[in-house]
């Protein structure tokens, strides 16, 4: 019965995790501003936040939804404020100085608690709690989070060597302001399906 959800829930992590969405976009901008190393915690908070968030969502927080609606539309509401925030701090990052950006990428625990503000991610935890876990055991939930985990880190990762890469062609103090105005803007923009 396991064996038979694994595939499709490691296709359904895979997509949903190397596909745009706000820790995606973040770890982008990161990677260009601060290298893959720097955004090591980062990218860590991601991946284990969302294990930590999926698990929990398994095994109860999706039925206080079902009995508050109305803490979903707070929780939009304040996912929405903080992903404009966010998106206004990508978009006046600091060029680099002498080959290191000024500022700091997120922290482990700052990129884990954003799990809990992210509207993708809430909604890739529901669906793969509802969808792939075997049974609404303790454990089924476990495995969900954790194969999820598992897909999660290497597709999040290459966003960050993406950016990383990109940096060689955002020496340029106006090329890397753009790029960040750029990433804030798509940040802002997927925002959209959470709005709807």
Same mark, same amino acid.
């Given at each position: 019965?396991?064996?038979?959800?694994?595939?499709?829930?490691?296709?359904?992590?895979?997509?949903?995790?190397?596909?745009?969405?706000?820790?995606?976009?973040?770890?982008?901008?990161?990677?260009?501003?601060?290298?893959?190393?720097?955004?090591?915690?980062?990218?860590?908070?991601?991946?284990?936040?969302?294990?930590?968030?999926?698990?929990?969502?398994?095994?109860?927080?999706?039925?206080?939804?079902?009995?508050?609606?109305?803490? %979903?539309? =707070? #929780? &939009?509401?304040?996912?929405?404020?903080? $992903?404009?925030?966010? *998106?206004?701090?990508?978009?006046?990052? @600091?060029?680099?100085?002498?080959?290191?950006?000024?500022?700091?990428?997120?922290?482990?625990?700052?990129?884990?608690?954003?799990?809990?503000?992210?509207?993708?991610?809430?909604?890739?935890?529901?669906?793969?709690?509802?969808?792939?876990?075997?049974?609404?055991?303790?454990?089924?939930?476990?495995?969900?989070?954790?194969?999820?985990?598992?897909?999660?880190?290497?597709?999040?990762?290459?966003?960050?060597?993406?950016?990383?890469?990109? %940096?060689? =062609? #955002? &020496?340029?103090?106006?090329?890397?302001? $753009?790029?960040?105005? *750029?990433?804030?803007?798509?940040?802002? @923009?997927?925002?959209?399906?959470?709005?709807?």
């Amino acid at each position: 019965m396991w064996t038979d959800t694994l595939l499709p829930l490691v296709t359904f992590a895979f997509v949903t995790s190397i596909t745009t969405g706000p820790n995606n976009l973040m770890l982008m901008a990161s990677g260009a501003n601060f290298g893959f190393q720097r955004t090591i915690p980062h990218m860590l908070g991601v991946a284990l936040g969302f294990v930590f968030m999926a698990f929990l969502m398994g095994i109860g927080l999706s039925q206080i939804f079902e009995t508050w609606p109305r803490l %979903r539309d =707070v #929780l &939009t509401i304040f996912s929405v404020a903080y $992903l404009l925030w966010l *998106a206004w701090k990508i978009a006046h990052a @600091a060029a680099p100085k002498e080959g290191m950006a000024a500022g700091k990428p997120l922290t482990f625990l700052q990129a884990a608690a954003f799990q809990w503000v992210n509207p993708k991610a809430w909604s890739m935890a529901l669906t793969s709690v509802t969808l792939y876990a075997p049974d609404d055991t303790p454990l089924a939930m476990f495995f969900v989070a954790a194969v999820f985990g598992a897909v999660n880190l290497p597709s999040v990762s290459t966003w960050c060597i993406l950016g990383r890469e990109m %940096r060689r =062609v #955002l &020496t340029n103090p106006n090329r890397l302001r $753009l790029f960040n105005w *750029a990433m804030a803007g798509i940040l802002v @923009a997927s925002l959209y399906p959470a709005l709807l």
